[in-house]
């Protein structure tokens, strides 16, 4: 294998780590919360949804610039060192893909008939199996 061969191979391999480490967090937050607002009605529940909805639309080259100001030398992250880092990377795909996955969560929660989840209840399920089935 040639020398530029291995660089090729770790810069694929720390793309597929990045993005994947990215893509697992933004589902393990993403979903909780997408049916905690799909499911449940609490105050400031629709400023939480608008503000997922507004995160849908944000444009990438906006969520980098926020990033980078976050993790500047002198930013209010700064003291992390994490600038110029796969960690870096992994923070704003996260901040681009978790108001996708919660907003598409919370909108098919919502269409869930309120019968099944009655029916589930009267069952005997707890409310975190309930939820567990209803995703």
Not at 7 to 16: D, G, N, P
Not at 101 to 125: E, H, K, N, S, Y
Not at 126 to 133: A, D, E, G, N
């Amino acid at each position: 294998m040639v020398h530029g061969d291995r660089e090729v191979l770790r810069v694929v391999l720390l793309s597929l780590v990045v993005s994947g480490s990215a893509t697992a967090i933004s589902l393990g937050i993403g979903i909780p919360l997408g049916a905690a607002l799909g499911l449940n009605k609490f105050p400031g529940r629709q400023v939480i949804a608008g503000l997922v909805n507004t995160g849908m639309g944000a444009p990438p080259v906006v969520v980098g610039l926020v990033v980078t100001i976050l993790l500047w030398r002198n930013g209010p992250l700064g003291l992390l060192h994490l600038l110029y880092t796969p960690w870096a990377m992994i923070i704003a795909q996260c901040v681009i893909a978790l108001p996708i996955v919660t907003g598409f969560t919370m909108a098919t929660m919502q269409q869930v008939d309120p019968r099944l989840r009655i029916q589930i209840l009267a069952l005997g399920a707890s409310r975190f199996q309930t939820v567990w089935l209803l995703l």
